[in-house]
């Protein structure tokens, strides 16, 4: 997806947000902020994103958005459980009504067997308590598995959330 089809999609859920009147935060690792930037592109934004989280290291994910640190001993920042802290976190902490976090690996390293490069986990939670985790897996390289992890993350919370 270009950098202009990411700001209409930004341009798309800003307008859904408008229309409920509501706001959206972020808690990125793998995207590095990017979700924010596209958002953040819009003019008006203001009115719809108030702030976002970049929580790259999993001692950010504590410290800024509440993730248990046994959840991350656990599971792993690249996991179900923590993309739903993650979530939940960001939505408390920032007072928003939704919320969309990211955690994933990019490459060129850091994959595994069960976690090849490409993976990337995606959260999301609304002020109702409704949570939804969703892992894909993205070809390519770093650059092209970040940009589309942000466009799925837009995309999923305009068709899943905001057009009910």
Do not use: H
Request: charged fraction near 15%.
């Amino acid at each position: 997806m270009t950098e202009n089809a990411l700001f209409e999609l930004s341009k798309q859920v800003g307008q859904a947000l408008g229309l409920l009147g509501a706001t959206v935060t972020t808690a990125e690792s793998c995207t590095g902020g990017w979700i924010a930037k596209v958002i953040t592109d819009v003019p008006g934004s203001s009115a719809w994103f108030e702030r976002g989280f970049v929580t790259y290291s999993n001692q950010a994910k504590q410290q800024l958005i509440g993730v248990a640190a046994q959840t991350l001993e656990a599971y792993g920042a690249v996991s179900e459980a923590v993309v739903r802290e993650m979530a939940l976190g960001a939505l408390q902490v920032a007072q928003a009504d939704y919320a969309i976090s990211v955690s994933g690996i990019a490459g060129p390293d850091g994959g595994s067997d069960e976690k090849p490069v490409g993976t990337v986990w995606f959260g999301f939670a609304d002020k109702q308590g409704q949570t939804v985790a969703i892992t894909a897996c993205f070809a390519g390289d770093r650059d092209a598995v970040r940009r589309q992890a942000t466009e799925f993350a837009l995309q999923t919370l305009l068709n899943g959330f905001l057009k009910k």
